[in-house]
């Protein structure tokens, strides 16, 4: 048995969108975005009080970069993963892990556009910053899509999934139009019908009010 527990547009979406890519039997607990997920009861399954949190075979995992591994090993048959003995092992945790990088950016951001009820905690300079680092991250990703359809020359992996729903997020604060390889490779992924099945059904409670999130001057 493995269940996601999940809210929607969080990190947890990425993990959804890897079960779905497997073609695996799973079930989706959905959470709201609020103070439930400190209660004990899901403590227990997360002690950050995060989603996501991932039961499989009387087991809890979380951290999406784990839960990521644990189910590529799991179902390598997908073809999701690198191998210890594959030549691309090293470069597929590093874009996995990555992934994490960019959602740490715009994690702050979502905290200072969305999270913060009054103008007065937000910071106009804590935005513009997060917001050039994320355009930081994603010019690493464009320097190495340059030439390829996706970020390891073996094909579509986790690091694609990984990557792919960090940039979803970030794409509420930094604009991914200008670098054409990173647009063009965002296009794709997203296409993918497993992408499609981890959105947030119609008529479901979004994170994000908005399509883009302009900088606050205050």
């Known amino acids: 048995m493995i269940r996601l ?22 079930e989706v607990v959905e959470h709201p975005f609020d103070k439930s997920l400190r209660s004990p009861e899901y403590l227990a ?46 470069e597929w945790l590093i874009w996995v892990h990555f992934a994490e990088t960019i959602s740490q950016h715009a994690a702050a951001l ?6 913060l009820y009054d103008d007065a905690m937000r910071s106009p300079i804590v935005m513009r910053l997060e917001a050039k680092r994320l355009e930081k991250c994603y010019q690493a ?5 340059l030439g390829r359809d996706h970020i390891l020359d073996g094909g579509f992996s ?16 930094a604009r991914i139009e200008p670098l ?3 647009a063009a490779w965002y296009g794709r992924v997203t296409a993918r019908p497993a992408f499609r099945a981890s959105l947030p059904p119609e008529g479901a409670a979004l994170l994000y009010s908005r399509d883009f999130y302009e900088p606050w001057d205050g």
């Open 141 to 145: 990703v464009e320097r190495r899509l």
């Open 158 to 173: 986790a690091a694609d999934i990984g990557l792919g729903q960090a940039v979803y997020m970030a794409r509420h604060f």
């Open 45 to 90: 399954l997360n002690p950050a009080g995060r989603v996501p949190a991932l039961e499989i075979e009387g087991q809890v995992i979380w951290e999406t970069g784990a839960i990521t591994q644990v189910l590529c090993e799991r179902f390598p048959q997908a073809g999701l993963g690198r191998a210890v003995d594959s030549p691309e092992r090293a």
């Open 110 to 115: 979502t905290q200072q556009h969305v999270a």
């Open 180 to 182: 054409p390889a990173l």
């Open 5 to 26: 527990h999940h809210c929607h547009q969080t990190r947890s979406m990425r993990s959804l969108w890897l079960l779905h890519e497997l073609g695996v039997e799973f």
